[in-house]
């Protein structure tokens, strides 16, 4: 079922997922399928598993937007503070 945003500015959604979610689950899929098959290399199939997991969205976020918003704050734009006297 495709749900229409209520913001026409926000990103379209389907099911649990963005549409660009969707995208990437299902090649991630075709290839974990391909290595699972041919290769019997498990390893692809787990990382799809994750991503869908961490990407699935309630109220317009996503577990994945978290730890992004996390590690820039931990690791990457840490805000500094001066004491003024």
């Keep these: 079922m495709y ?6 500015k926000s990103k379209a959604i389907l099911w649990l997922w963005e549409l660009r979610d ?11 399928v391909f290595a699972l098959s041919q290769l019997g290399w498990l390893p692809p199939i787990v990382l799809t598993a994750v991503y869908a997991f961490l990407s699935i969205r309630f109220e317009d ?3 994945l937007d ?3 918003y996390a590690a820039a704050f931990f690791f990457g734009r840490q805000q500094t503070y001066e004491w003024r006297a």
């Design 61 to 63: 976020v996503s577990i």
């Design 3 to 8: 749900i229409y945003p209520d913001n026409l």
């Design 22 to 32: 969707i995208g990437i689950i299902g090649v991630g899929c075709l290839i974990s």
């Design 66 to 68: 978290f730890i992004r």
